[in-house]
């Protein structure tokens, strides 16, 4: 797990970082974080896509409340990815502590 300020933190001072965003697309309308992918966790073929990543990197996962990312963290640390770090509480938590995102285009 890790804290929105500790991601916020990361996302600006790591651009190796790759932060997933597992929301729907009516979710991230409202906004996501600053370059956030988008990986639909409800996508049929979420668990190809997310097979298809790189398992060496380090990944940081969100979702709305943090159940969605919170599965999706644990496949992951199953199949072998090096670093997976799981934002406590998902975007509510960040938009609670009032940190910047972006509107998708």
């Known amino acids: 797990m890790i804290s929105a300020e500790e991601l916020n933190e990361v996302i600006q001072n790591d651009e190796n970082a790759i932060v997933l965003d597992l929301r729907t697309d009516e979710e991230i309308a409202d906004g ?7 990986l639909n966790f409800h996508d049929p073929e979420f668990n190809d896509k997310l097979q298809a990543l790189d398992k060496s990197k380090t990944y940081y996962v969100y ?4 159940g969605r990312s ?4 644990g496949i992951m640390k ?10 406590e509480g998902g975007i509510a938590s960040w938009k609670a502590k009032d940190l910047p995102l972006v509107v998708p285009n």
Not at 32 to 37: D, P
Not at 70 to 73: D, E, F, L, S, V
């Open 32 to 38: 996501m974080l600053e370059g956030a992918t988008q």
């Open 63 to 66: 979702c709305r409340s943090g």
């Open 70 to 73: 919170g599965k999706a963290a």
């Open 78 to 87: 199953e199949s072998g990815f090096k670093a997976v770090y799981d934002l």
